[in-house]
């Protein structure tokens, strides 16, 4: 298991995310191309995927990506509001979930809360959460995670939104333990855009993360 700065280590599913620096997220009207889209992410080496609840079929691609994919692949659920949501994530296979808020919820596998400010940030760390969605991190930039991290040196942030590939590696360089990318990853490609697009600029999100660790 992963521990940073003398905190408490990982549980596994966490451990392996911050090891692998990225989680792709997939995020559409419809999650009718999820599967397809996930095995070019998978190809190019991504080992994490969150699935939005907010995608119609969300949960049935969910159960249908955790056949379909090998067990090196971490599978999560995003956008989780409520005990309900959790539950029906959780029994669809997902292995870890992540909120844009925070939520009291008891989930079984790892939670990642959404916070913004230290204060939230803090209080999710006391509360035990093992990684630390901070969003919307765009418009914060790199610069803020660092400045958080100097009294607070031991939280695990997962900076999410807004986070285009040539970011990348400041925002770990800042002290991400991985980074959370939608948009600027999948691009059209969930709605029926090009395939061949999606796989280098997945190729172009690894090779970030490789270079920031490098």
Known sequence: MTSLNGSVPLDPVSAAIADSGL???????????????????VAAGVTALEITLTSEGALEAIAGLCRQLPDTVRIGAGTIL?????KAAVDAGAAFLVSPVSVPITAG??????????TEIYAAHRAGAPLIKLF???????????DLRGPLPDVRVLPTGG????????????????????????????????????????????????????
């Open 23 to 41: 989680v792709a997220i997939l995020r559409a009207p419809s999650a009718t191309m999820f599967a397809a889209v996930a095995d070019v992410l």
């Open 163 to 214: 986070i285009a590939l040539d970011d990348i590696p400041q925002w770990l360089a800042a002290g991400a333990v991985a980074v959370g990318v939608g948009g600027p990853l999948i691009g059209d490609a969930a709605s029926g855009g090009s395939l061949t697009a999606l796989a280098a600029r997945a190729r172009h999100a690894v090779d970030a993360v490789r270079y920031a660790r490098s």
């Open 109 to 118: 596998v790892p939670l990642y809360p959404g916070t913004f400010s230290p």
């Open 136 to 146: 919307p991190a765009g418009g914060l930039g790199p610069a803020y995670l660092k």
């Open 82 to 86: 409520t005990e309900d949501d959790a």
